[in-house]
């Protein structure tokens, strides 16, 4: 067994695409930041939320969206995707537990018994929490839906799009070697993630909109939302 340690370089040639990126896509990773921010500051102001489950969702949701846009950053293309499904499903969730509150205890019974898992895994199918997106939004659904089916194209989950894509087959010989690339380094696949990025980012802020609509107001989120919307996000 090879006793070097690559855990260590991998995390340092991460670290140093993040920083290279942040700076070489400078207007891209602007909008990122800004998209954050929508993400972040209703949750500095995050009081005795109801249902609570809403709050805690959206303040996963938030670290799910940045930890795509680090994956994202740093090259990690394919594994950003599967943040980006995560970010949309936290959103599309607590939507759905805002809707119905019921819904709250159905999800925390999930792990209590076998009929408790299986409830929560009916209650909460995409198709399901979806059609709750769009009982208060048909356009955000579709935009939602579009987000959602992007994320699973490209690594969401394991799939020969997502998979493929990383391959780079070896011509020099007949052996039929590849290399499966870990860190993208080309700019068109690194600027498709950062956009997609943002896109779900802020198709996750505009459902949170519904839940928590006077923080969304006061704090000035909806504003910027609607400025970001109209930079053609």
């Excluded at 799009?161 to 590849?178: K, P, Q, V, Y």
Aim: glycine share 4%; aromatic share 10%; proline share 3%.
């Amino acid at each position: 067994m090879d006793d070097s340690d690559n855990l260590e370089e991998f995390f340092s040639v991460t670290t140093s695409n993040r920083a290279a990126n942040a700076a070489r896509f400078q207007a891209e990773y602007r909008i990122l930041r800004r998209i954050n921010m929508c993400l972040t500051a209703p949750g500095k102001h995050m009081t005795n939320p109801k249902p609570i489950m809403c709050g805690i969702l959206f303040l996963r949701c938030q670290y799910a969206y940045k930890a795509a846009v680090g994956m994202s950053l740093s090259g990690q293309v394919t594994e950003s995707f599967q943040m980006m499904r995560s970010c949309l499903e936290y959103a599309a969730y607590a939507l759905a537990i805002f809707e119905k509150p019921e819904l709250e205890a159905v999800w925390m019974s999930r792990n209590m018994t076998t009929d408790g898992m299986r409830a929560q895994k009916a209650a909460f199918r995409i198709s399901e929490v979806r059609s709750a997106v769009e009982r208060f939004d048909k356009r955000l659904a579709e935009i939602f839906n579009e987000n959602y089916e992007r994320a699973i194209d490209f690594g969401g989950h394991p799939n020969p799009h997502a998979t493929m894509s990383t391959i780079t087959m070896d011509n020099a010989d007949l052996t039929g070697s590849f290399t499966v690339d870990a860190l993208s380094v080309d700019p068109k696949v690194i600027r498709h993630a950062m956009k997609s990025t943002a896109q779900v980012g802020l198709t996750a802020a505009h459902i949170f909109q519904h839940i928590f609509p006077t923080k969304f107001e006061l704090l000035g989120v909806k504003r910027e939302m609607q400025k970001l919307r109209n930079e053609n996000l």
